[in-house]
Antibody
Framework: EVQLVESGGGLVQPGGSLRLSCAAS????????MSWVRQAPGKGLEWVSSISGSAGSTNYAASVRGRFTISRDSSKDTLYLQMSSLRAEDTAVYYCTDYGDYRSPYVWGQGTLVTVSS | QSALTQPASVSGSPGQSITISCTGT?????????VSWYQQRPGKAPKLMIY???NRPSGVSNRFSGSKSGNTASLTISGLQAEDEADYYCTSYTSSNTRVFGGGTKLTVL
C-alpha cells in the first residue's frame, strides 16, 4: 500500500505563495488519481484539487481555481500543490490523498498545516 | 458547489444502530453512484469506510453499510461500539468533475 508524506506547510502572509509536496512510496503512485483535501481548524473537510494518474486531467474547487495548481512528477513519486494569492481562508491542514483502486481518496497523508496571516 | 447536508450530530447506545443521512442534488449524490463515507477520529486523517454508495474497502467492518435513494445517501452503523465514536463525512463526485463533502456528523456513543 502506498504511504504519503506531505511537506512544505508553514506561515505565509496574505497574497503570498507556497508549494506543498507529497512524497509517495508504493507501487500505485504512477497509476492512481491523487488529490489534495484541506481542513480548516475545527471545521470539516474540503476537496481542493485532483489529478489523474497520467496527469492528463486536473480539476479544482471553485474556491481555489486560478490560484492553485496541482501537478505530479512520476520520476520522483511526488505530488505538488502550488498555491498563490493566498488568503486567510486558505488556512488549513492540507492532506495529500491517493485513490488507489477506489474511486475516492483512500490513502491519506498525515497532513501539513498552512497558516495565512500577517 | 454547495456542501452536502448532514446532521450535525447523532447519538446511540452500544449495540444499537444509527443512520447518518447525506443530502445533495441531482448534480452530485443523485446523479452518480460515487458517494463515499469517511470516519475521522480527533487528530487523525480520515479513513475510507464506504465507497461507490455501498462498497466496503478491505478491512472495514461489515457493521458499516451504505445506501442511496434519490438525492440522499445514508450510512448505517449497526451494533454500535464505543470505538465508533468519531466524525463522519460523506462525499460525492459532481457533474462539474469535482468532489464535494458534507459538513460532517459527530457520532456520540452514549
Amino acid at each position: 500500500e502506498v504511504q504519503l508524506v506531505e511537506s512544505g506547510g508553514g506561515l505565509v502572509q496574505p497574497g503570498g505563495s507556497l508549494r506543498l509536496s507529497c512524497a509517495a512510496s508504493g507501487s500505485t503512485f504512477r497509476t492512481s488519481t491523487m488529490s489534495w483535501v484541506r481542513q480548516a481548524p475545527g471545521k470539516g473537510l474540503e476537496w481542493v484539487s485532483s489529478i489523474s494518474g497520467s496527469a492528463g486531467s486536473t480539476n479544482y474547487a471553485a474556491s481555489v481555481r486560478g490560484r492553485f495548481t496541482i501537478s505530479r512528477d512520476s520520476s520522483k513519486d511526488t505530488l505538488y500543490l502550488q498555491m498563490s494569492s493566498l488568503r486567510a481562508e486558505d488556512t488549513a491542514v492540507y492532506y495529500c490523498t491517493d485513490y488507489g483502486d477506489y474511486r475516492s481518496p483512500y490513502v491519506w497523508g498525515q497532513g501539513t498545516l498552512v497558516t495565512v496571516s500577517s | 458547489q454547495s456542501a452536502l447536508t448532514q446532521p450535525a450530530s447523532v447519538s446511540g447506545s452500544p449495540g444499537q444502530s444509527i443512520t447518518i443521512s447525506c443530502t445533495g442534488t441531482s448534480n452530485d449524490v443523485g446523479g452518480y453512484n460515487r458517494v463515499s463515507w469517511y470516519q475521522q477520529r480527533p487528530g487523525k486523517a480520515p479513513k475510507l469506510m464506504i465507497y461507490d454508495v455501498s462498497n466496503r474497502p478491505s478491512g472495514v467492518s461489515n457493521r458499516f453499510s451504505g445506501s442511496k435513494s434519490g438525492n440522499t445517501a445514508s450510512l448505517t452503523i449497526s451494533g454500535l461500539q464505543a470505538e465508533d465514536e468519531a466524525d463522519y463525512y460523506c462525499t460525492s463526485y459532481t457533474s462539474s468533475n469535482t468532489r464535494v463533502f458534507g459538513g460532517g456528523t459527530k457520532l456520540t456513543v452514549l
